[in-house]
């Protein structure tokens, strides 16, 4: 059926992702039992969103009590960004990947899972794409597991700690490309100044959250793109399309 | 505890539509050096924005936070792994916020 290699690949490249999620959907199980949620909705959710901003911010609206209307569209302007992966990786897989397997798979795609994906070199094949996404979905859910279970007993001065995880692993995998890449640290330099531009000029507060991400993400990008346009196997003549 | 389940199941609909519909509903290759180069720099992007300012927020102390940022920006610089990094992040604010 599948390739077998290919999967084992894959799964072998999701591996160090599913360890950096464990601490961090451990801190999700804590927030959301801790803040009443009953152990099987905190799995839930982590099983069936698999996210992290997304997912935090709509759970601390839920135990905040907010209306459905609001929660569902601040998670979806969270999440807005993965339409840009999605649409990027349609371009790296495999043309015969058929529909019902694009689903699938891309219940998967994650910041971690695609950042991996898009440095792999050459088409990416259905089989290697389900590798990939099959530690990350255990990490993520066992994690919650363990969080939302050991949520009680738990010192605030370690679930406070905990809190920077998530940030961490974001961290741990933008940084090593900007060393090496002058072009993206200057993309990601420009995209944090924008979001501390709108976070913090009084004029812009109006702005939310999930807006600043989206704002500061599509800039910075086209910035980077008009700029440093990056010139790959493409052997026809380059048609500049400037859309921003 | 039925209103926080639908809550999370339109959740879960809101993150998993962005995911495939663009997977589903481009199937040719785009040319355009522009449009290619924007999407290879969105993960950067994205990450950035979602990481700072927030990440001076993520441990209820901002000295804490600041020391762990440094920690982690330090292990990633030494190119550790996405698990050394979160942890050792942790285990920095954890230990500054005894000492603070």
Redesign the interface.
């Known amino acids: 059926m599948i390739n077998q290699k290919q999967f084992t690949y894959g799964f072998r490249k999701g591996l160090?992702?599913a360890?950096?999620y464990?601490?961090?959907s451990f801190t999700f199980g804590l927030m959301a039992t801790g803040g009443g949620?009953?152990l099987w909705?905190a799995i839930?959710?982590s099983l069936?969103?698999?996210?992290s901003?997304?997912?935090f911010a709509?759970t601390e609206?839920?135990l905040a009590g907010a209306g459905?209307l609001e929660?569902?569209l601040t998670?979806?302007i969270i999440?807005?960004?993965?339409?840009?992966?999605?649409?990027?990786?349609?371009?790296k897989?495999e043309?015969k990947i058929t529909?019902k397997q694009?689903?699938l798979f891309?219940?998967g795609?994650t910041?971690?899972t695609?950042?991996i994906a898009?440095l792999e070199q050459g088409k990416l094949t259905y089989a290697f794409m389900l590798g990939l996404i099959t530690g990350p979905i255990a990490g993520w859910t066992l994690g919650t597991a363990m969080g939302a279970l050991i949520s009680e007993s738990l010192p605030l001065?370690?679930s406070?700690?905990?809190?920077?995880?998530?940030?961490?692993?974001?961290?741990?995998?933008?940084?090593?490309?900007?060393?090496k890449s002058r072009?993206?640290l200057i993309?990601?330099?420009?995209?944090?100044l924008?979001?501390?531009g709108l976070?913090y000029i009084p004029v812009f507060s109006f702005i939310s959250g999930g807006f600043?991400?989206i704002i500061?993400?599509v800039l910075?990008?086209?910035v980077?793109?008009?700029i440093?346009?990056?010139?790959?196997e493409?052997k026809?003549n380059?048609?500049?399309?400037?859309?921003? | 505890?039925l209103?926080?389940?639908?809550?999370?199941?339109?959740?879960?609909?809101?993150?998993?539509l962005?995911?495939?519909?663009?997977?589903?509903?481009?199937?040719k290759?785009?040319?355009?050096?522009?449009?290619?180069?924007?999407?290879?720099?969105?993960?950067?992007?994205?990450?950035?924005?979602?990481?700072?300012?927030?990440?001076f927020d993520?441990?209820?102390?901002y000295m804490?936070?600041i020391i762990?940022?440094i920690v982690?920006?330090f292990?990633?610089?030494r190119?550790?792994?996405?698990?050394?990094?979160?942890?050792?992040?942790?285990?920095a604010?954890?230990v500054s916020?005894?000492v603070i």
């Open positions: 160090p992702i360890f950096g464990i601490p961090v949620l009953p909705l839930f959710t069936s969103n698999l996210t901003a997304g997912q709509g609206l839920i459905l929660i569902t998670t979806f999440n807005i960004r993965y339409m840009l992966m999605s649409f990027s990786l349609s371009q897989i043309s529909v694009r689903l891309g219940f795609i910041d971690e695609f950042t898009s001065s370690i406070n700690a905990m809190g920077i995880a998530l940030y961490a692993m974001f961290i741990a995998i933008i940084v090593p490309p900007s060393k072009p993206i993309i990601v330099l420009l995209s944090v924008i979001t501390i976070k600043r991400i500061a993400t910075s990008a086209c980077g793109a008009a440093f346009p990056v010139k790959e493409s026809d380059e048609e500049e399309v400037k859309t921003c | 505890m209103k926080p389940f639908i809550a999370v199941l339109l959740m879960a609909l809101v993150t998993y962005p995911r495939v519909l663009p997977l589903v509903l481009f199937r290759e785009i040319k355009s050096t522009f449009i290619m180069s924007f999407l290879k720099y969105v993960p950067y992007a994205v990450l950035g924005a979602l990481t700072f300012p927030d990440i993520s441990t209820g102390d804490t936070a762990g940022t982690a920006l292990l990633a610089f190119e550790k792994s996405l698990v050394i990094v979160a942890v050792g992040a942790i285990i604010v954890y916020g005894l």
